[in-house]
């Protein structure tokens, strides 16, 4: 499975099941997740990546830099699939 940094990601495992986050940073076997609400860029929740699922979009580098941008930017793609972001 392959996973970029800035790209969207849901997860399939945990008491975070379907929670949409960003991936951070990649360390071997583990993601680095942010949502800008629970989990924030400079707190990000590590995940193996076999418990996620990976989307098509990325997101563009400044569109993530912040923690209101990131927050935003999920809420979008959310709406975008006529979802809504589950938790925060």
């Known amino acids: 499975m392959e996973v970029a ?30 949502d800008g609400v629970k989990r924030t860029l ?21 569109r993530a830099d912040t923690d209101l941008k990131l927050k935003q930017a999920l809420a979008d793609w959310c709406a975008s699939r006529g979802a809504q972001p589950k938790g925060g």
């Open 5 to 34: 940094v800035g790209q969207i990601v849901t997860s399939r495992q945990g008491r975070d099941v379907t929670k949409v986050y960003m991936v951070t940073a990649i360390e071997g076997e583990r993601v680095l997740l942010a």
């Open 42 to 62: 400079a707190a990000p929740k590590r995940k193996n990546i076999r418990h996620i699922a990976p989307t098509t979009t990325i997101l563009a580098a400044g």
